[in-house]
Each structure stands twice: as structure tokens, then as C-alpha cells.
């Protein structure tokens, strides 16, 4: 069983900053690859970013391409959304998830809690 609790979320306004993290519960960390997805309201739960296992692969929805970066420190179990230049339809729930490496939730094994993100205009 692995547990993840969010933290960073907050509200921003366009154009600003935030960075979210992840932290792990599990000695094995390193088992796993690691995703963010998003929900906004009445909308489906959507990928955002993943990264492999060791961080030597990531992947981004293009809507965030070049804006957002996903990291991991497996030594601290922990991994990390840092998104700049936020617009205000980023503006949603983030959860991480931890399970296989890809672009589906249905990879994915355990889930955290989520953390809200908004982006004001």
C-alpha cells in the first residue's frame, strides 16, 4: 500500500507560479512511476505530466508543454509539479498518482487525495 498526500496548491493569478509536491509513504518509491492529473469542475480527471521510474523519461499534455516540469527525488520520496506562466484553465484539482509509466489513470495503482489549484484572470 502506498500512501500519497499532496501539498502547494493555493490560488494564483495568471502569469504566476506554483509548485506542487508529492510525498510517498513507500520504501519502494523508486518501484514506481509517477503522474499528476487534474479534474476541474465538471470535467474528467485528465493527465497533466509523468515521469519513469528514475526521471530519465517524462511526458506532458501539450496544453502544458513548456510551462510545466515533473521531478522526483527518490531519496525523499517525493515528486514535484512545478508549473509556471498558470493561465486560468489551469485552474482544477491536481492529484499525483504513482503505478505504471503512461497516460491513462487506469495505470496508475494508488492515488492521493488532490490539492486545489486556481488561477485567477
Known amino acids: 500500500q502506498v500512501q500519497l498526500v499532496e501539498s502547494g496548491g493555493g490560488m494564483v493569478q495568471a502569469g504566476g507560479s506554483l509548485r506542487l509536491s508529492c510525498a510517498a509513504s513507500?520504501?519502494?518509491?523508486?518501484?514506481?512511476?509517477m503522474g499528476w492529473f487534474r479534474q476541474a469542475p465538471e470535467k474528467e480527471r485528465e493527465f497533466v505530466a509523468a515521469i519513469s521510474r528514475w526521471g530519465g523519461r517524462a511526458d506532458y499534455v501539450e496544453s502544458v508543454e513548456g510551462r510545466f516540469t515533473i521531478s522526483r527525488d527518490n531519496a525523499k520520496n517525493t515528486v514535484f509539479l512545478q508549473m509556471n506562466m498558470l493561465k486560468p484553465e489551469d485552474t482544477a484539482v491536481y492529484y499525483c498518482?504513482?503505478?505504471?509509466?503512461?497516460?491513462?489513470?487506469?495505470?496508475?495503482?494508488?492515488w492521493g487525495q488532490g490539492t486545489q489549484v486556481t488561477v485567477s484572470s
Open positions: 513507500a520504501r519502494t518509491f523508486s518501484s514506481y512511476a
Open positions: 498518482a504513482a503505478g505504471r509509466f503512461g497516460r491513462t489513470a487506469t495505470e496508475y495503482t494508488y
